[in-house]
């Protein structure tokens, strides 16, 4: 599936992740922090959301909930229509597994194993893989599958993150600040490689940053302050990321 942007537009595909009224109340004694309040969000097939704002204004905390990383205090989850708000750690286990594929700031690669080896501890488990030398043909990499974390660079080392999350074909791919540890230049490369799953695979993408400019490569930006969306943009044409100044 390949979709790009002006095909109908966001609002015409199908939803994916439905959130409504999410909450998340950490207790720190006895005081509780609210993370994230009342929260309303669809995730639409093969779309790309890039959600913005400063440190503690609740991304991550709504990212994880989104993954299955951690459950809410109050709302409702819906993959796919089937709530997972409530679910076990079981079934939330398997909804991981099956369906999402995720990419932190830091890159969490096996060292003593290779760029294709680290692909493959994801195929193994998967149910309907992508052969693990075709991921890392996606985001760049084939010609360094045998090369080993140390010897590549940071970007190298995040695209291969990329290609491990992908290669189960998750339906969502959520990405946490994937850039944040990067310099520019490697940082486009890294969008680069998000982009063409996106496009090329037609995964569902949601990335978190709190750089504004990366969301000039996104069909929708939600900007994010006090544990709420506070505002949605849609821009009116997806930039390239080489083409992304910050």
């Not at 093969?46 to 990212?63: I, N, Q, R």
């Not at 994880?64 to 997972?84: E, F, S």
């Not at 501890?121 to 996606?138: G, K, N, Q, R, Y």
């Not at 995040?158 to 490697?186: H, S, W, Y």
Request: hydrophobic share 40%; net charge neutral; proline share 5%.
């Amino acid at each position: 599936m390949e979709r790009r942007s002006g095909q109908g537009g966001p609002g015409n595909l199908p939803v994916v992740l439905e959130a409504r009224g999410l909450s998340r109340v950490y207790r720190m004694g006895e005081v509780e922090v609210p993370a994230l309040q009342g929260v309303d969000l669809d995730l639409r097939e093969g779309e790309m959301v890039v959600l913005l704002g400063p440190s503690g204004s609740g991304k991550s905390t709504l990212l994880n909930l989104l993954g299955g990383l951690d459950v809410p205090t109050a709302g409702t989850l819906r993959y796919r229509g089937r709530r997972i708000d409530g679910a076990d750690e079981d079934a939330l286990t398997a909804y991981r597994r099956r369906h999402v594929g995720f990419v932190f700031q830091f890159y969490n690669l096996v060292p003593s194993l290779t760029a294709r080896e680290n692909v493959v501890l994801v195929t193994e488990i998967a149910e309907s893989p992508l052969d693990p030398d075709e991921a890392l043909a996606i985001v760049g990499l084939r010609d360094r599958a045998r090369h080993f974390p140390s010897q590549m660079s940071g970007g190298e080392q995040q695209r291969v993150a990329i290609a491990r999350a992908i290669a189960k074909r998750p339906d969502l791919l959520l990405c946490d600040e994937p850039t944040g540890a990067l310099d520019i230049a490697t940082g486009k490369v890294v969008l680069e490689a998000i982009e063409r799953v996106n496009r090329a695979l037609g995964t569902t993408t949601c990335l978190i940053t709190h750089n504004a400019v990366i969301g000039e490569m996104a069909d929708r930006v939600l900007t994010m302050a006090d544990g709420r969306i506070v505002a949605e943009r849609v821009p009116g044409q997806r930039a390239a990321p080489r083409d992304l100044t910050w």
